[in-house]
C-alpha cells in the first residue's frame, strides 16, 4: 500500500512538471523607472540585487524555479511584488502613485519589511541582505527622487486621491 501511494506521489510530481507558469522576463525598458528619475549605480546595483526580482519584468531565476511546486510558488511572490511596486512599469502611472510609491519603499526599506526574509533566508540570495549602509542609500535615493517630484511638480498632484 505505501509503495502504490509513493508511486502516485512520484507519478503527479513528474506530471506536473509539465505545468510551468510563465517567466517574468522582458526587455522592454519603455516605462522603466530609470527613464526618468536618476539612478545611481551603487543604487542600481542594490535595486537588481534586492528588489528587482519581485519588483520588475526581468526576474533572474535560481535552478530551483525549474521545479515544481516551487516555481508557482516564486510566481506568485513575483505576481503579488510586481502588483504592488514596478519598477519596469513605473513611470506609466501617475505623478501621485509615483511619489507614494518611493513613500512605501523608503518606508519598508527602513522598516526592514523589504526584502522579505523568505528571500533570504537559508542563505539564498545572500546580496539581497541589505547592510544598514545600503538601506540608508536606498532611503536617501527615494527621498532626493521624492524632492525632485515636489520641486517639479505642484504640491496637489503628488497627493493620493481619496479612495470612494
Sequence with gaps: MLKKILLAL??????????????NISGDLTYDISKKYNIP????????????????????YPWYANVQPVAWWI??????????????????RPIAIQNHKLEETIEMVEDHEMPLESYTNFGLHAEANLS????NKIIAWAERQMQYLK???????LVMPKRK
Excluded at 512520484?10 to 510563465?22: D, G, H, K, M, Y
Excluded at 510566481?75 to 506609466?92: A, M, P, T, V
Excluded at 544598514?132 to 538601506?135: F, N, Q, S
Excluded at 517639479?152 to 498632484?157: G, I, N
Design 151 to 157: 520641486d517639479a511638480y505642484p504640491a496637489d498632484s
Design 132 to 135: 544598514a549602509e545600503e538601506r
Design 10 to 23: 512520484l507519478a503527479i510530481l513528474v506530471l506536473i512538471q509539465f505545468f510551468r507558469p510563465e517567466q
Design 75 to 92: 510566481n506568485d511572490h513575483i505576481e503579488d511584488g510586481k502588483r504592488h511596486l514596478n519598477f519596469s512599469e513605473f513611470i506609466h
Design 41 to 60: 549605480e551603487d543604487v542600481n546595483q542594490l535595486l537588481k540585487v534586492a528588489c528587482n526580482d519581485c519588483h520588475s519584468n526581468n526576474t533572474v
